[in-house]
């Protein structure tokens, strides 16, 4: 099996996971479908993760245990990245370190994708108590199959999926990178450019993941604090746009600029650092015209002064 190309090649991130690390990786080893290679990446870990990671590696020659290099930046989308160029599976699943994969779930999620002549395809998730093991609700709070699949259903929220659910052509995936300077929502972001492509997928109606929900999730850890949670999300919208200029979509475009004004001018209103402010203020005068540029750049510092500038905001947005 080592000797051979893989049908698919799962690629994790992982950082200080130790703990947690072997129920995932014993996940894997339990799949019913076995022709995979799973691409580990440590992110840095200050415990015994890599140990860990090298130990699997011993057991079964399928995991390649790899250290991001030192000139690449920190984080999970970069392990992402380095582990795509590392892989060499016609298919790419990604999958997170502390989650489990369900014994069926590369069996259904390849014949579901290969037998219909798919670009991807994208199963369903149950979320799952760390301190009780309680299985609890979705990630998500729509039905996946109430909307076809479309970049402006998944940018309006109306439809998604989270990391663990995609399994995709590596044809179609390699012309698409993580954002390395997202830290959390980073699938929403991968899965809108992906689908400026013209491809095919479907979802299917099976959880095939459990998703553990524990206090040390990076989702968990932004979601405490409500304005910490909102910069997330002003800075996921300006670098979805500023990523989708590649792509040349102008609505797109002007609709996830529209949300990071809108976003950006709460943050003033709270005397909170406005990210990729000057940066926002070029893509809206390339993509709106100077003068709601400039209206941007007044509605924040009207915020930030007087608490006002909503009027001035609304004119830059339309």
């Avoid at 795509?84 to 502390?98: A, E, P, T």
Wanted: aromatic share 14%; glycine share 6%; charged share 25%.
């Amino acid at each position: 099996m080592a000797n051979k190309q893989p049908k698919i090649s799962i690629i994790i991130p992982v950082f200080n996971r130790a703990v947690l690390l072997p129920f995932t990786l014993d996940s894997i080893l339990r799949q019913t479908f076995a022709d995979w290679e799973c691409i580990l990446v440590d992110d840095g870990s200050m415990d015994s993760s890599f140990c860990v990671m090298e130990q699997y590696q011993k057991k079964d020659a399928r995991f390649k245990a790899y250290k991001r290099p030192d000139n690449l930046k920190k984080g999970a989308n970069a392990c992402r990245n380095y582990g795509f160029l590392q892989s060499s599976g016609s298919y790419i699943k990604w999958f997170d370190s502390d989650d489990i994969m369900l014994p069926e779930h590369l069996d259904v999620a390849y014949r579901t994708l290969v037998g219909n002549a798919l670009d991807f395809v994208v199963t369903d998730t149950q979320n799952f108590s760390h301190e009780t093991g309680e299985l609890l609700g979705k990630p998500y709070w729509f039905k996946k199959n109430d909307v076809p699949i479309s970049d402006w259903n998944l940018a309006l929220g109306q439809t998604g999926w989270i990391t663990d659910d995609f399994l995709g052509k590596r044809k179609v995936v390699e012309i698409v990178k993580f954002n390395e300077y997202i830290v959390d929502g980073d699938e929403y972001n991968f899965s809108v450019k992906l689908l400026q492509q013209n491809i095919r997928g479907v979802f299917i109606d099976a959880v095939l993941t459990h998703r553990r929900v524990h206090s040390g999730a990076v989702s968990t850890i932004n979601r405490t604090d409500d304005l910490t949670f909102l910069f997330i999300n002003t800075s996921i919208k300006y670098q979805t746009a500023y990523d989708l200029v590649a792509f040349n979509n102008v609505e797109l475009i002007r609709w996830f600029m529209s949300g990071y004004m809108q976003y950006a001018h709460k943050l003033a209103l709270n005397n909170k650092k406005v990210p990729f402010k000057f940066k926002g203020f070029k893509l809206i005068c390339n993509y709106y015209s100077i003068f709601k540029g400039l209206a941007f750049l007044v509605a924040l510092l009207t915020a930030s002064c007087f608490k006002k500038g909503y009027n001035i905001m609304k004119y830059a947005r339309k």
